[in-house]
């Protein structure tokens, strides 16, 4: 019994022994031919690729650090990507009864910069490749392309991996639009993940991913039961939740590959409009102001070139305790009334000296703006649309088109007080008042954005209270007001500030 002690003893430390000095002779040779590697890594990718330390151990795990990974378009360009300490720690027991178990997959303040161009995006210091061409001259085509955007990503037979620990810290990226020269910049970004490969599915069974984008802007990602099935070609979202703009949103869906279409649920709430705003447009982020507190959607779209045109589905909103900064949407209606027969000012002139502060006030205060929409062909349209206010209610029914244009007929009615003192000072308008005796006009919403126009339907209000005799003696009044003979209307323009 003790010579078996013994020999076993003697068993360990001879296998220690020798998995020390492997280690240590495969650091020695690494050190040693880390030029020729980087020259062989550089020749591969067509870049100028520069390694720091790089250290090896096989035990308890199979153990690799590497201090430091710079890739260059060339030696004298700046960095396209750079990471710091990447460390790769594999179950070398796993991995001796056939299986790829990685216990962590750590990498550290990398950087990278990724060039937007004409034909997609790249990583700056990787030199593209060309393909090969055909022999009439014309590019060749690569055989695993089924479409546009290519065949279905698949994985080899047999393949099992299990990823237990994924950790990006401190990353830098950088995007850059080539053709304008516009940066948008991702910094700090982390992410924590797990991934598990097995019988063709790809799984996430958990991630997180937070960071600031635009130097301003902070998100968290967190999701679970995310899962892609290589044979189906189907991807499943699981439940993802993001966070970003003071707001949550939770989204659910599917997308096939095979026919490039998904399925998404979105719904979210409590997302602040004026951080949103500056996000997308600075320069007109302090004259809007509110709370998205509803937004929810179920549609369908296409993957491809134009996913905008593909979306279908239903959308609704709501937008709680908003503003529209250094404009008065009321009063500025109001004041472009004029010039008519049984008017000598405007209709703002015409508003009781009690009721003129809310008119004139730099702001407009909303308690809420709502909307359901239906988006199909790149439209979305609608017939409830409404904005309340103290001083008015305003509702339309139209169109707004994802390429900036907006049609829509619309209707103003103004609170009690300040329709009763128009009407009583104005007889004529009493044919637009309702039954509560609250003045509705007709509104007319057009214009391709930013350039969003608000105007009175002149013609309209004519014909509800003088008629149309009277409204052919108003015609010079009318076409000065409305533009004169140029044709071009004038209207209270920009009122979102964009």
Wanted: proline fraction near 4%; hydrophobic fraction near 40%; include cysteine.
């Amino acid at each position: 019994m003790k010579k078996l002690v013994r020999a076993l003893i003697i068993a360990v430390v001879l296998l220690a022994l020798v998995l020390g000095y492997t280690a240590y002779s495969a650091n020695s040779l690494i050190a040693k031919f880390r030029p020729e590697l980087e020259q062989i890594a550089s020749r591969s990718l067509g870049s100028a690729v520069h390694f720091g330390a790089i250290s090896v151990s096989i035990f308890p795990h199979a153990t690799l650090n590497l201090a430091e990974l710079v890739l260059k378009g060339s030696a004298q360009e700046s960095e396209g990507f750079k990471l710091s300490n990447l460390v790769f720690d594999l179950d070398t027991w796993k991995l001796l009864q056939g299986k790829v178990d990685i216990l962590r997959l750590s990498i550290d303040s990398p950087s990278v910069q990724l060039i937007k161009g004409e034909d997609g995006v790249s990583v700056h210091g990787l030199t593209k490749t060309k393909q090969a061409s055909a022999p009439n001259g014309t590019e060749k085509q690569n055989d695993s392309v089924g479409s546009q955007t290519g065949a279905p990503p698949t994985l080899p037979s047999g393949l099992s991996v299990n990823l237990r620990e994924f950790s990006l810290k401190n990353a830098n990226v950088t995007v850059i639009d080539s053709a304008t020269k516009q940066e948008i910049t991702i910094r700090p970004l982390n992410i924590n993940a797990s991934l598990e490969i097995s019988a063709g599915t790809i799984r996430l069974p958990n991630f997180s991913v937070t960071g600031q984008a635009l130097g301003r802007v902070d998100f968290a990602l967190n999701g679970k039961g995310v899962s892609y099935d290589t044979g189906s070609a189907r991807c499943d979202f699981g439940d993802v939740t993001a966070e970003i703009f003071k707001g949550q949103a939770k989204l659910k869906g599917n997308a096939d590959l095979k026919t490039q279409s998904m399925a998404v649920t979105l719904s979210s709430s409590g997302f602040s409009l004026e951080q949103m705003v500056a996000a997308v447009k600075p320069e007109v982020a302090s004259r809007v102001a509110g709370q998205i507190s509803e937004f929810n959607t179920s549609v369908t779209l296409r993957l491809g070139a134009d996913i905008p045109a593909s979306i279908k589905g239903p959308l609704t909103f709501k937008v709680s305790d908003a503003s529209l900064k250094g404009f008065n949407l009321a009063g500025s209606v109001l004041s472009t009334i004029r010039d008519l027969p049984f008017l000598s000012q405007s209709l703002l002139g015409s508003v009781p000296p009690s009721e003129q502060a809310a008119l004139t006030a730099s702001d407009t205060t909303i308690r809420e703006i709502s909307g359901k929409f239906e988006v199909a062909d790149g439209t979305a349209s609608t017939d409830n649309f409404q904005m309340l206010s103290p001083v008015f209610d305003l509702t339309a029914r139209g169109t707004a088109a994802m390429t900036g244009n907006v049609s829509m007929d619309a209707e103003i009615s103004f609170n009690k007080a300040i329709s009763g003192g128009l009407t009583a000072k104005v007889q004529e308008l009493k044919p637009l008042s309702d039954n509560e005796g609250r003045l509705i006009l007709p509104l007319a919403i057009n214009g391709q954005a930013p350039d969003i126009r608000v105007t009175p339907k002149m013609s309209r209000i004519l014909d509800a209270t003088v008629g149309g005799a009277i409204k052919e003696k108003a015609g010079k009044a009318l076409e000065k007001l409305l533009g004169g003979s140029d044709g071009k209307k004038k209207g209270l323009g920009g009122i979102l500030g964009f």
